[in-house]
Every structure is written in structure tokens, then in C-alpha cells.
């Protein structure tokens, strides 16, 4: 059966916004957010954490079957918010967001966040060599890979109502 609903895969570096993208969409949408780092944490989905990069060790096959337990590649409607997307099957996924930030501004809310150290220099390294946007065009189609900007509010305005359009004309272009 095909879904009726698109998945969606916002990714990004860390603190370019993408669960504020994420929460907008699924409210607009009524799709759900999957928060994949809330999931790991809540499901013991890893081997520990790394401390110098504080960050989860991903156990990916859990994750994986977890996802693919509650339905996501038959009911749709998932938007899915996780700073890597290499690992999701192509057959799951309609639209890959990546979410691009000035590094200035990325240094602010990183900082504000309080990293530091390797964690904020691997970041800010990670962004600016664009490893999201490279990792995203190598694992899925070129067509379905968008690359928007999240400096400014107003930048998550308008890139809401870019997807929330492309979602009504997915769903029209399988209806006809
Ligand atoms: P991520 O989920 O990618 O780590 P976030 O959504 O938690 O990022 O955002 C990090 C912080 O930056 C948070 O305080 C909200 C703010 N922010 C994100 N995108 C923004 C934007 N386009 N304009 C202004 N502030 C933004």
C-alpha cells in the first residue's frame, strides 16, 4: 500500500534549527515529529555516550527497527529530525531538508548552548565544510534533497510555507 502522507528527514548540523522546523511542520501538518535523539534516549537505543563530543553512541539497528515497527514507510506522515540521514532507507523517504546556517550565527547558538571545546569546533567544522548537505545529495535522489537557509525567523517562515506546499502537491500529484 502506498502512504498518503510524505516522510519528511529534516538534518542539519547541530543548532541550525531543525526541531524548530521540525515542531512547526508537525503542528501545521499534523504530521508527527520524531525527535530521533529524544527516541534513542527514551529507548536506550545506544552504547553509551561520547563524553568528549557529548553525544549519544547510536545503536542503529534499534533505531532502525523501531521505526520500521511503527509503520513509518506504510503510514507516512513522519517528519523526522536528526543530525544525520545516511542511515534511513531510501524507500522510506520523500523530502530530505537540510538546514544551512551563517557560522557566525551557528556560533552564537552554539555557544549559548554551551559548547565548547572539540564539541564546538567539530560543529562549526561541520557546517562550514557543508558535511550534512554532502552526506544528504550522496544518500538520496538529487530531486528530493532541498537545501534552505535558517539564519532569521523570517527564513523559518518561508521555508515552512515552502514545504507545507510541496506536501499538498505531493499528496495532489497521487491522487490524480
Ligand atoms: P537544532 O534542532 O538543529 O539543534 P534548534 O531548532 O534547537 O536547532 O535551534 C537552536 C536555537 O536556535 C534555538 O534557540 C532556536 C534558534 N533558532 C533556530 N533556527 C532559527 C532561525 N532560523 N532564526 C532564529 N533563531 C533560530
Redesign the pocket.
Known amino acids: 500500500m502506498a502512504r498518503k502522507n510524505p516522510n519528511i528527514i529534516i538534518t542539519?548540523t547541530?543548532?541550525?534549527?531543525?526541531?524548530?522546523?521540525a515542531e512547526q511542520l508537525a503542528r501545521a501538518t499534523g504530521f508527527k515529529h520524531i525527535s530521533v535523539n529524544q527516541i534513542v534516549k527514551d529507548e536506550g537505543f545506544h552504547e553509551g555516550r561520547d563524553e568528549e563530543l557529548g553525544s549519544w553512541i547510536v545503536d542503529e539497528d534499534k533505531l532502525l527497527d523501531y521505526l520500521e515497527e511503527s509503520q513509518i514507510s506504510e503510514e507516512g506522515g513522519r517528519v523526522l529530525?536528526w543530525h544525520a540521514c545516511d542511515l534511513f532507507p531510501e524507500r522510506w523517504i520523500d523530502l530530505v531538508v537540510v538546514?544551512r546556517c551563517d557560522s557566525t550565527v551557528l556560533y552564537d547558538?552554539l555557544t549559548a548552548r554551551g559548547y565548547k571545546d572539540k564539541k564546538l569546533d567539530e560543529n562549526m567544522d561541520s557546517e562550514i565544510m557543508q558535511v550534512l548537505l554532502d552526506e544528504a545529495r550522496e544518500s538520496y535522489k538529487e530531486e528530493i534533497v532541498v537545501e534552505l537557509r535558517?539564519?532569521?525567523?523570517d527564513?523559518?517562515d518561508g521555508n515552512l510555507e515552502r514545504i507545507e506546499q510541496w506536501v499538498e502537491n505531493w499528496k495532489k500529484d497521487r491522487k490524480d
Open positions: 542539519g547541530p543548532g541550525v534549527g531543525k526541531t524548530t522546523h529530525d538546514l547558538r535558517s539564519d532569521s525567523v527564513d523559518v
